[in-house]
């Protein structure tokens, strides 16, 4: 619709150059986000993915990526979505690394035709990662008694007030390992010919946009505006997709509805704050 009206425009009044839409994905990956402090994932993305695809003067779509990872299932699914809209609607996707695109932030930039990055940028983290914390000492300490009843001798796997059991690890071991091989699998099918394998590049390291070019990682370095101004010409225009504003004026990817209660806004304050750590530890991992 926004091309028929350009057209119908006089000439001085048209809009010069091609309109690339361009969606930013930025954050780490986890579901559970609130209106003080929104995350990544499908749901949050999908809205500005599905907007971005429906332009149908452009040949591609550009995403901004900037994420340390995360969730691997909203990763996967967020890479789905962005390779099945692109075989739907016949377009490429280039991919632009800020920051950082590791781990799941990394997943997330195989669904890209094409990844440029920053020499400084970091990329890569191939591998899978779980943490958390022991306090098997501190109900005791504390004088309180913990009484869990089960049905199923595994349910209480990994609680973390009790005494770390070897069992449990080779478990979450095997889930890793499983993970980690869709991860690589992943690599192996979208880079193909263009990875080189150095022996480590499925460890778990991460590398500068540089090195990331030499292991075949990304296809360029550059930022986004130059790369599409060299790519379709001086008078590209990029567009920025926008994500829904809620009722309070904050603009996030996905959609509310319905004024927030009191409680709603305390409850969704204490799940920022827990959000908020385990982001930073993600972003504080790549140095940043």
């Not at 993915?49 to 452009?58: G, I, M, Q, T, W």
């Not at 899978?128 to 595994?154: C, H």
Request: zero cysteines; charged letters at 25%.
């Amino acid at each position: 619709m926004a091309g028929l009206l350009n057209r119908l425009l006089p000439k001085r009044f048209r809009k010069k150059g091609l309109a690339i839409p361009v969606v930013r994905l930025h954050g780490a990956i986890m579901t559970g986000g609130s209106q003080f402090k929104p995350t990544l994932s499908l749901a949050t993305a999908a809205p500005m993915l599905e907007k971005a695809f429906s332009n149908k003067e452009s040949p591609v779509v550009a995403i901004s990526l900037n994420s340390p990872g995360g969730s691997p299932v909203q990763s996967r699914l967020i890479f789905q979505r962005i390779r099945a809209l692109a075989e739907e609607k016949q377009k490429k996707v280039l991919i632009f690394v800020e920051d950082v695109a590791a781990s799941g932030g990394y997943m997330i930039a195989l669904a890209g035709d094409e990844i440029f990055a920053d020499p400084t940028s970091i990329v890569g983290s191939i591998g899978v990662v779980s943490g958390g914390f022991g306090f098997p000492e501190l109900l005791r300490k504390i004088g309180v008694e913990r009484r869990v009843y089960t049905a199923g001798e595994n349910k209480v796997i990994l609680d973390p007030f009790q005494p770390e059991k070897g069992s449990d690890i080779e478990y979450l071991k095997t889930l890793q390992l499983e993970i980690h091989k869709v991860f690589i699998d992943m690599v192996k099918m979208r880079r193909g010919e263009r990875l080189v394998d150095d022996g480590e590049i499925f460890s778990g390291l991460f590398w500068t946009g540089g090195r990331g070019l030499e292991l075949g990682l990304i296809d360029g370095l550059g930022d986004m505006r130059e790369v599409l101004k060299r790519r379709f010409g001086k008078d590209v225009r990029l567009e920025l997709i926008g994500s829904a504003r809620t009722l309070l004026g904050k603009r996030l990817p996905g959609v509310v509805s319905g004024a927030p209660s009191f409680g709603e806004i305390a409850a969704q304050a204490g799940a920022g704050l827990a959000a908020s750590i385990e982001e930073r530890a993600l972003w504080s991992r790549y140095g940043l």
